[in-house]
Structures are given as C-alpha cells and as structure tokens.
C-alpha cells in the first residue's frame, strides 16, 4: 500500500512485507494451475467460507490458481444468517459469473422502498439490468457460491480454526487446528481473510478494529403474517421504537424491531411476542405475524480496520468492515471487495500485472474509502431510525422530504446503496470515465457482462479499431477478450476490468 492512500491517524504495521513471487505454469487433469516458485501447499488460502470468501476462491479457482478455502463450521452446520438483500452492483457482480438469473428466481424482487413513511425510492429509475432489490436468504446465495467453487476445483477444508500466522518475503504460513484436534500448517503465496467481524486472520496480525455500537437489542425474526402490509418494503416507526419489513416473496416476511425503552444484552432471551409488541407500537398493528423459523437479538458496531492489505495477507468482508444493517449493505460490500480483489491477485500470481505491488495496493487505495463510505451511510440511516426528540425527527423530516423531491439528491443516494454509483480514482496517466462502472453494453459479440464470465479484461474498439493498450493494464494479450461496439458512430476504444470497471478509453 502507498504512503498516499495510508488512512490518516495510524501506523504501517510492523510486519508488512512487500515481495514478488515469480510463477511457473503447469498442466494438470483437472485444467491449467498456476503455481509459485518453491513449494507451498497452495497458491492461495482463504479464511471463511461466507459469501465474500466463497466467490474471491471460485474466482481465483476459475482463473486456473490452486485455492484452499477454510472454515471453521463443519459440514452442514447452518449459519445463521441476517443478511437478505442482494443489490443492483452485486447482481452485476453475479451477472458477470452466470448466477444472478438464478439467484433472483430464489426471491422476490422490489422496485421500491419506503421509509419513514414519507420518502419512496424509486428503484426502477437505476441504469441497471437489475433495477431493484432482491429479496433473498443469504443461504440462497451461500449455496450457489459453493456450488460454483466446488466446480472451480477449489479444495474446501471444514472444521479447521485458524490459530496463528507468518510471513516472510516469498509465503505465508499459517497454523490451523483440524477437525480432530491436531496441529495442521498450511503454506501459501497469499492468504485472504474473510472470517468475519471476529476475525481471526485480523487478530493474528494485529490489527485493530476500531469503533463500537451503534444500536443494540434489536430483534430480528423470519415470520408469516396474517395481513399483507401497506408498504412491501418499508422502514416505519415512533419515537421509541422502529420496524424494518420485507418479504421473501414465498410467504415468509423479514422482520427487524427495535425499542428505546428495552435495550437488553444479546443473551437475553427473546419471542415473538417482543417483536410483535415492537412492531404493533411502530406501525399500529402486528399485521398477524405467527409461525417464526427463527428469532434472534444481536447489536450492530460501526468498525472497519485500517488496512486492508499486510504484505501477503488480505482482509475482505466483515473481516475488514462492519456497520449498522440499514441499508442492507454488508453482505453486498464484501461480495464487491472480493470482485475486486480476486483479478489482482489472479493477474500477479500468473505473472500479468506489470507492476505487481501497485496492482495489490490498489486493493486498499479502492475499497478502504467505499467501507468508509458504506460506513456512513448506513449510520445516517440507521441514526435517522432511531431520532426521537423534536429536533432529530424535525431533521429527518427535513432530509427524507429533500431526497423525495431533489432527483439528483436521491439519485445520489440510491446510487451509492445500490452500488451502481461507487467508482475508483482513474489509474495513474488515464482519465475518466477509467475508475467507473461500465454499463452492460449490447455489444456484436453479445453484452458485456456475458463477455465478462471469462474472468478477463474486454477491449472494446470500433469495427476494425486495434488500438495500443497502456503499458500498465496488468493483462496478458492472449487472455484478452476483444468486442466490437454495433454503433459505427461509436470511435473510442474502451478496456474494462475483470470487475466491470472501465481501466481505460482510448480519447
């Protein structure tokens, strides 16, 4: 990471390293694998088998790298999941991997939300293929990650716990327990971490993860309801208390309540009668919920760590950053660093990148600032839920009724919860559009993000154009997947990223 894009008020950790492994490449029965110089157990190991984890190893895996993926659950031990809405950039995101058709035929998909009961977002006025919000249980997505990883040839390695890790200038080494109790070492070129906000990756290099709560004792439950409400989605509530709803579209319905005046520590015991108390103060009625799979009560914190790359070792996910869950933007924040994350390491390890250092920095440079971001966003909103005196509900009054009537205004914040309006600063000696989302383009060879499941960089010129690319796009010539524009009015030649940003134009 660069001295310039150093978060402010914090110190390099003492045990970054910055190192070039060199790469050979060898065929095996099961397809091309890039390996390292020397011998380690594998090129990449990833911590954490969630979502974030499970699509960074089926992308890696599909780039032809060798992946061990570890999770400390065994097989078939449910996680418990909270998380429920997959965004317009995320489903790009899957798009461009051949899983988003699948995944919202899971849900149900919401054109708009309300909240507060005055501000409707219009989602459908997003430039997006998925213009709206999808409505599914995380174990829908978990479950097509996996399966694509298992495809890829990731190795998958359940109830094993992280215990310790080293580096040095050429492999990490890292020390695990297995599922019999015994001691397990693992090398690797580059270990990602991606086990969450009690990382253990994020311990073992000492990391801080500064921060604390900002609400505590909500009351989270999948229930049926006897009578369908108002809003689909909608976040609604009184001076003391607040209930966020949505519906899975299959009969069942996401519930979140919160009470001022009962703030009790997550192990208290909680039913249904809590939330349906919660939810009959908020919107005047219970709307009939019965029949809970299951209840919960947890606390949100606002952290994020202040470095997301040390030496050979990453951190992704909850790992890196957490915060309030309106918005619903976790989940989909870390699928966007693995997107991110998964082609640089893919171009370093099979010897693409020109300059293979400043291609890893990027990883902090571009997505440190967008966990910043999402961090303030969901607070303001998670902080306007909760305003109870005059002056705090007369601000959200205030704001909500801005947002309903400047379009510009709520452009910009559907923009930046959707993903759809994040992008990166232009590479060194390029210029915008480079660092922004490229749309999904209709292009003679088909749309873009159907080009873009090869995992590869997509040059896009005119009919006959066959421009010089810069010498910094960390991509093989052989790899690259070259388009036509169908509009011959069309004269500039465009390179997009593996991720679908743009890397550079050629005017």
């Not at 088998?49 to 097989?75: I, K, S």
């Not at 947002?403 to 559907?414: D, E, I, V, Y």
Request: proline fraction near 7%.
């Amino acid at each position: 990471m660069s001295t310039a894009e150093t978060p402010k008020n914090t110190t390099r950790p003492a045990s970054t390293t910055r190192a070039t492994a060199t790469t050979t490449t060898t065929t095996t029965t099961s397809g091309t694998r890039t390996t390292g110089t020397g011998p380690t157990d594998t090129q990449v190991l990833v911590i954490g088998a969630g979502p974030t984890g499970l699509l960074l190893a089926g992308d890696l895996a599909a780039a032809g790298l060798d992946v061990t993926l570890v999770e400390r659950r065994r097989p078939g031990l449910a996680n418990m999941t909270r998380a429920f809405g997959v965004h317009a950039r995320t489903l790009e995101q899957l798009d461009a991997r051949g899983l988003a058709d699948e995944l919202v035929a899971t849900g149900t998909t919401l054109g708009s939300a309300r909240l507060f009961g005055r501000l409707d977002l219009d989602l459908t006025r997003l430039p997006s293929r998925f213009n709206h919000l999808l409505v599914t249980p995380q174990y829908e997505m978990e479950r097509l990650l996996e399966r694509r990883a298992e495809a890829a040839g990731v190795t998958f390695r359940h109830g094993t716990e992280l215990r310790d890790l080293r580096q040095d200038a050429d492999t990490v080494t890292a020390e695990f327990t297995d599922p019999e109790g015994a001691a397990l070492t693992l090398t690797a070129r580059h270990l990602v971490g991606t086990d969450g906000v009690r990382s253990a990756v994020r311990t073992a290099l000492g990391l801080p993860f500064p921060g604390g709560s900002v609400i505590r004792s909500l009351v989270l439950a999948d229930v049926r309801l006897a009578e369908e409400p108002a809003d689909s989605f909608s976040v609604s509530g009184s001076e003391d208390t607040f209930v966020f709803l949505a519906p899975f579209g299959d009969g069942w319905h996401r519930v979140m309540g919160w009470d001022r005046t009962r703030q009790l520590p997550d192990s208290e015991p909680v039913d249904l009668d809590e939330l349906r108390e919660i939810t009959r103060r908020a919107l005047g009625t219970d709307l009939g919920m019965h029949d809970p799979r299951w209840i919960s009560r947890f606390h949100s914190d606002e952290r994020q760590a202040p470095f997301y790359r040390v030496g050979r070792v990453f951190l992704a996910g909850d790992a890196a950053h957490v915060h309030s869950p309106a918005g619903g933007q976790g989940m989909n924040t870390g699928l966007q660093d693995a997107a991110n994350l998964s082609w640089k390491l893919a171009a370093v390890l099979r010897g693409d990148a020109p300059d293979p250092e400043a291609l890893l920095d990027s990883y902090q440079s571009e997505r440190h600032p967008v966990g910043a971001a999402v961090l303030r966003s969901s607070g303001a909103l998670v902080r306007l839920a909760m305003a109870h005196t005059p002056l705090t509900r007369a601000a959200r009054s205030l704001i909500t009724r801005l947002l309903g009537t400047l379009r510009p205004a709520s452009a910009r914040a559907m923009g930046m919860i959707s993903g759809i309006g994040i992008a990166y600063a232009p590479p060194a000696g390029s210029r915008r559009p480079a660092g922004r989302r490229a749309p999904d383009a209709r292009l003679r060879e088909g749309r873009l993000y159907e080009l873009l499941r090869a995992g590869e960089f997509v040059l896009i010129t005119p009919e006959g154009g066959d421009p010089t690319l810069p010498g910094n796009a960390p991509v093989a010539p052989e790899r690259l997947i070259r388009a036509t524009w169908t509009d011959p009015a069309r004269r500039t030649a465009v390179l997009v990223r593996p991720d679908g940003y743009v890397h550079w134009t050629s005017n």
